[in-house]
């Protein structure tokens, strides 16, 4: 190759060179910034598709898109329907959710929130203190759900929320029991004015004027129209006369004029029947030396609750229903005519008792009926429907019952007397108390 060396050649080749340096320089800096993000690219896509250790691996698209809106919306809990175990929750401190009906006793220092001398709505039957119940161990107890915190009631904010409105209990005595509860609960913000009740004060209503609020009890034991040939002590002069085809005027007459209303029954289809349709004679239960034929407490109950849970769902009143579930009892040694007693006094804990045959056959009815009427009419026509589901809570506590102190003193003249034992109904102040957190909670988060 030959050079030439004149000054014009020179100047030309040293300005080509300087153009190739230059231009070496520059794709030398882009080399190094194209490999220096591939690099960073690379890491970004290793992390991805390569998860740390104990991590899952990603989700398929679908699956992360669920994820996804699952996260960024807020849940929406249902405005109509709520199974046992579903949606009758309360928030944990993760916002995750558990099931307020399982659950445990724990102790609770601070007591009830009222005795039997600041509430003077409490039946001298459950008055258990006044009545010379020796221990009080049985009032330290609440019923906390295992996965969550259960809010106390809040009487304050249940009378706000209750502003012109009205509330109903419909049933037996373990109703009235329950709103009892609720009054004394409630009489720490305001005391109820009576302003009805009927002739053996078996229903009752009370107005709290500042809050425009009406509660009512409204004794119905059936729920459907029953001829009862029972006095006061449950002395009974003839067998129950019961229609499976005709719900109680006493409560659906005034349905539609309740805003909340709380169903509840059962005890009282144990008791020997006659059952009719159409106005006549169909069966029995347990009518042995009769004519008939043995349907049993089981076919009659569902038939009743069928046509509750009907009459509820196919109203055009927009209620708020809650049924509650059946109340198990806690006599041992004996029925209560017979010698039974209720002596623990503290609280079962899970697995220390089974739920008697009877008990269960009754909350089975109701949970299939309850699940049954949902799934074929839902709340159509604007009633919303919840199951309050008290009976497993209230299996474990065998002493928050009257006992033999459903009587004034019933040892004060003989230590050894034989008295008859109510283990069915609740002290006041007593477990009972603990049904209205819940109702509570149902009502706010339900």
Same mark, same amino acid.
């Given at each position: 190759?030959?050079?030439? /060396? ?13 153009? !190739?340096?230059? !231009? ?11 490999f220096?993000d591939?690099?960073? @690219? ?13 991590k899952?691996?990603?989700l ?10 699952e996260d960024?919306?807020?849940i ?26 399982? +659950?445990?006793? %724990? ?5 009830p ?6 509430? *003077? ?9 006044r009545? +010379? ?12 759900p ?6 106390? &009631? ?7 929320? /209750? ?7 419909? +049933?037996?005595? %373990? ?8 009054l004394?609960i ?10 009805? *009740? ?29 001829? %009862? ?9 003839s ?18 004029? &309740? ?6 029954g059962?005890?009282? &289809?144990?008791?020997t029947a ?7 004679? /169909? #069966?029995?239960?347990? !009518?042995?030396?009769r004519?008939?034929?043995?349907? #049993? ?10 046509m ?22 806690? @006599?041992?040694n ?5 010698? +039974? ?12 008792i ?17 699940e049954?009427v949902?799934?074929?009419? #839902?709340?159509?026509?604007?009633? %919303?429907?919840?199951?309050l ?21 019933? &040892? ?14 609740? !002290? ?9 957190d819940?109702? /509570? ?6």
């Open positions: 190759m030959r050079f030439e /060396m004149n000054p014009f050649s020179l100047h030309k080749h040293n300005h080509t060179f300087v153009k !190739c340096a230059l !231009c070496f320089v520059l794709m030398g800096l882009a080399v190094r910034l194209w220096s591939s690099i960073r @690219f690379s890491s970004a896509v290793d992390s991805v598709e390569t998860p740390p250790e104990g899952t691996e990603s398929a698209p679908e699956e992360q898109k669920t994820e996804s809106l960024s919306l807020p929406q809990n249902p405005v109509s329907v709520d199974f046992p175990g579903n949606d009758n929750q309360t928030s944990q401190k993760d916002s995750a959710k558990c099931d307020i009906f399982t +659950g445990d006793w %724990i102790p609770d220092p601070s007591g929130v009222y005795t039997n001398e600041s509430c *003077h709505v409490i039946e001298n039957h459950q008055n258990c203190m009545n +010379g119940r020796p221990d009080s161990g049985y009032l330290y107890w609440r019923w906390n295992r996965d969550c915190e259960l809010p106390r &009631f809040n009487p304050e904010r249940f009378l706000d929320l /209750m502003r012109n409105k009205s509330w109903a209990f419909i +049933g037996d005595s %373990i109703s009235r029991n329950h709103v009892q509860s609720l004394c409630l009489s720490q913000v305001e005391e109820a004015v009576e302003v009805y *009740h009927d002739e053996e004060y078996r229903s009752k209503r009370w107005h709290f004027p500042s809050h425009n609020f009406t509660l009512s009890v409204i004794w119905t034991p059936f729920l459907i129209e029953a001829d %009862i040939f029972e006095d006061i002590n449950g002395v009974s002069s067998d129950v006369m019961l229609h499976l085809d005709k719900l109680d005027k006493n409560w659906t007459e005034q349905y539609k004029s &309740f805003d909340y209303v709380v169903i509840a059962g005890k009282w &289809f144990l008791k006659i059952y009719y349709v159409n106005d006549t004679v /169909m #069966g029995c239960h347990y !009518c042995p030396g004519n008939l034929t043995e349907l #049993g407490f089981e076919f009659a109950y569902r038939k009743a609750l069928q509750i849970l009907n009459f509820v769902t196919g109203s055009d009143h927009k209620g708020f229903v809650f049924l509650r579930t059946t109340t198990p009892d806690h @006599f041992e004996g029925e209560w005519f017979s010698g +039974g007693t209720c002596k623990r006094m503290v609280p079962f804990k899970e697995g220390e089974d739920m008697r045959d009877i008990d269960r056959i009754m909350r089975d009815i109701e949970l299939e009926e309850f049954k949902v799934a074929d009419a #839902g709340t159509e026509r604007g009633v %919303i429907l919840k199951l589901d008290t009976t497993h809570l209230s299996l474990l506590r065998p002493d928050g019952h009257p006992g033999p102190y459903r009587q004034f003193h019933p &040892f004060a003249e003989d230590k050894n007397a034989t008295v008859q034992n109510d283990c069915l109904h609740w !002290c006041l102040p007593g477990p009972i108390d603990s049904w209205n819940l109702v /509570m909670e149902m009502l706010v988060n339900g």
